[in-house]
């Protein structure tokens, strides 16, 4: 930890999630590294502590988590046998080996979430032309997706026929087959969770991908009845707390004809809560931040937002010394809203957190 | 510049000033460096590029500068004459030393702007206790000011008699006396101005001192009358427009029975505008950025935000390639707002930033 009691968090990866991150950690008071694969990443080029080296090496791995109390993911291509091996070696690893599992392994995750009772398509692994055709019950196109290392749209298939699902195959990936679900429109449920479990959830949103790329993000959903908005948050914050995630989890669902199913999991932060910075008092990079670490170490936040969670707090990084300006807090009204008790909000707040300071805690 | 278009900005000064700029400097897709004394300062902290030197230092600053297309400041104590060495050598200097020694010099300050006819409180250069006596035509207090070098309070006393005067003459430093004001209350008029003369204003605040510390800032100023609220607003514009300020100007104000008068200059971010990041569209940190560049640097911007005011950039510093995710925008609604008005304005703006890049601008 720095000398100002704020952790010290590092993110694997350097990409624009990462640079997001950077963005929050500065007001929160964090001290933020990432492990960058070039000085020319987007997270790289703002970050104040990058490390240089592979998310795939673990040497690279243990030497970027010996300067950090907890590490997260921009992405989630750390093999897990690595995670595993970090976190035995005393690395607080958030959200955990055992949760991020589910992100790495498409076949793994639909199969635990079929057990959790969660809506998915019909899916099945398959190896051969043969078992996709058996898969299709007669029913083309069917989806291929690669069991492992996919993002962006890159590998998924719509195959219409034995023909071409055999080329598909003849990659050498690990597949699995699904039904190809004709959906209304995509949606996203966005949680976070602390490491002691509490969750919140942002509104559900619309999301339009265009060649696999989220292009639009609409927040709220435009016309959701209220009563699949609530299905879509429940069914997020019960993944998460069953897969044990920490930070944020993104589900990504297909809106059917016959309800809500689940198409894909992401535990960070995701193009689809972008909006939050702008749109939401606490961003998606602010709650994974927050979400990441012990609950003891940021104890003047957790008392000021379970206080009043509309209070913005800003810390300068400072080390305490008398008389000293180490942050600022806002509190935003609406028109109409009386001055003095928005005023009493900030003092109040002001007054946990000089407390806190004052104390030493 | 960078790879990006995106110009490379130098804050002079370490501070948290400084270190909120860092964080607006990431959505903006700018290049960002400070010049800290130490690596425990607060924007060191959090900013990917530090240089370590003095303010003081012309050889620190210069070799700082090389490294910028422009340099802004964190505070107002670089020498004046170290500024114009490096305007003449070259460097784009944000705001420029003519307008900078309008903050470093109090007396040169006053003395200006009652020449355009600002409201200013009675004052003198004074360099005896005699030269006190008779400014305070037998009306005591009065205030003594630090011509030069004084900040939050420091280097401003409230003197009762000719005694007390004696006493702070004696510390040797440029004094100038004023007329001790009986205000209402102290209020602050931001305003951002770029470097081809465009003005902005934000809301006039009501700020609360503490030993000379800035501890409340409301937002708007309650109960203030609009007639006082648009003269204040004006004079700030009118002031940034007569001294050449580029970036932000606070004009702290006393609010008096004979109505307003002005009291500082500051020529940066402000602690009366640090509600701006969560309360308004646009904040202080990222106007002095957009403010401190030549038009040319962010046509893309310019080009959206005269479209649009309302729409919120996010670039990833990334280079451009094809098919490359380069950054997002945002528009946030107000219920009621029809969504597709709202969708229609993210794309136009998006559109107009996908085709500035892609063309290369």
């Given at each position: 930890m720095t000398g100002t009691g704020m952790p010290i968090v590092g993110m694997v990866g350097g990409g624009q999630l990462a640079r997001m991150t950077a963005a929050a950690a500065i007001g929160?008071?964090?001290?933020?590294?990432?492990?960058?694969?070039?000085?020319?990443?987007?997270?790289?080029?703002?970050?104040?502590?990058?490390?240089?080296g592979s998310h795939a090496s673990l040497p690279d791995l243990s030497k970027f988590a010996a300067h950090?109390?907890?590490?997260?993911?921009?992405?989630?291509?750390?093999?897990?046998?690595?995670?595993?091996?970090?976190?035995?070696?005393?690395?607080?690893?958030?959200?955990?080996?055992?949760?991020?599992?589910?992100?790495?392994?498409?076949?793994?995750?639909?199969?635990?979430?079929?057990?959790?009772g969660v809506p998915v398509p019909r899916f099945a692994p398959v190896s051969s032309a043969a078992d996709?055709?058996?898969?299709?019950?007669?029913?083309?196109?069917?989806?291929?997706?690669?069991?492992?290392?996919?993002?962006?749209g890159k590998g998924v298939w719509v195959v219409h026929s034995a023909a071409e699902a055999a080329e598909v195959l003849s990659h050498g990936v690990a597949l699995m087959a699904e039904e190809f679900v004709p959906f209304r429109r995509e949606l996203a449920a966005q949680v976070a969770r602390s490491a002691c479990g509490q969750g919140a959830a942002y509104p559900v949103v619309e999301t339009v991908q265009v060649d696999g790329i989220c292009r639009e993000v609409i927040a709220p959903a435009p016309g959701l009845p209220a009563d699949l908005a609530i299905e879509a948050q429940e069914l997020?914050?019960?993944?998460?707390?069953?897969?044990?995630?920490?930070?944020?989890?993104?589900?990504?669902?297909?809106?059917?004809?016959?309800?809500?199913?689940?198409?894909?999991?992401?535990?960070?932060?995701?193009?689809?809560?972008?909006?939050?910075?702008?749109?939401?008092?606490?961003?998606?990079?602010?709650?994974?931040?927050?979400?990441?670490?012990?609950?003891?170490?940021?104890?003047?936040?957790?008392?000021?937002?379970?206080?009043?969670?509309?209070?913005?707090?800003?810390?300068?990084?400072?080390?305490?010394?008398?008389?000293?300006?180490?942050?600022?807090?806002?509190?935003?009204?609406?028109?109409?809203?009386p001055v003095d008790s928005l005023r009493d909000r900030a003092r109040r707040a002001a007054s946990y957190l000089r407390w806190g300071i004052e104390d030493g805690n």
């Amino acid at each position: 930890m720095t000398g100002t009691g704020m952790p010290i968090v590092g993110m694997v990866g350097g990409g624009q999630l990462a640079r997001m991150t950077a963005a929050a950690a500065i007001g929160l008071g964090a001290t933020f590294r990432v492990l960058a694969t070039s000085n020319s990443e987007s997270a790289a080029l703002v970050t104040h502590d990058v490390a240089i080296g592979s998310h795939a090496s673990l040497p690279d791995l243990s030497k970027f988590a010996a300067h950090c109390d907890v590490i997260t993911f921009d992405h989630e291509h750390v093999p897990t046998e690595y995670l595993e091996e970090l976190a035995s070696a005393g690395t607080l690893v958030r959200p955990g080996p055992a949760a991020l599992r589910y992100t790495q392994d498409k076949l793994a995750m639909r199969t635990r979430l079929e057990e959790l009772g969660v809506p998915v398509p019909r899916f099945a692994p398959v190896s051969s032309a043969a078992d996709v055709t058996e898969f299709t019950q007669g029913k083309w196109p069917v989806v291929l997706k690669a069991i492992s290392g996919g993002y962006d749209g890159k590998g998924v298939w719509v195959v219409h026929s034995a023909a071409e699902a055999a080329e598909v195959l003849s990659h050498g990936v690990a597949l699995m087959a699904e039904e190809f679900v004709p959906f209304r429109r995509e949606l996203a449920a966005q949680v976070a969770r602390s490491a002691c479990g509490q969750g919140a959830a942002y509104p559900v949103v619309e999301t339009v991908q265009v060649d696999g790329i989220c292009r639009e993000v609409i927040a709220p959903a435009p016309g959701l009845p209220a009563d699949l908005a609530i299905e879509a948050q429940e069914l997020a914050l019960r993944i998460a707390s069953s897969l044990g995630v920490t930070g944020l989890l993104a589900v990504e669902l297909f809106e059917t004809s016959r309800g809500l199913l689940v198409n894909e999991l992401a535990m960070r932060p995701h193009n689809s809560g972008h909006w939050t910075i702008d749109g939401a008092l606490t961003s998606q990079f602010e709650q994974h931040l927050l979400g990441g670490t012990d609950p003891d170490i940021y104890d003047r936040y957790i008392h000021v937002m379970a206080a009043d969670p509309g209070v913005k707090v800003h810390f300068y990084g400072k080390e305490v010394r008398p008389g000293r300006k180490l942050g600022h807090v806002t509190v935003v009204g609406r028109p109409g809203d009386p001055v003095d008790s928005l005023r009493d909000r900030a003092r109040r707040a002001a007054s946990y957190l000089r407390w806190g300071i004052e104390d030493g805690n």
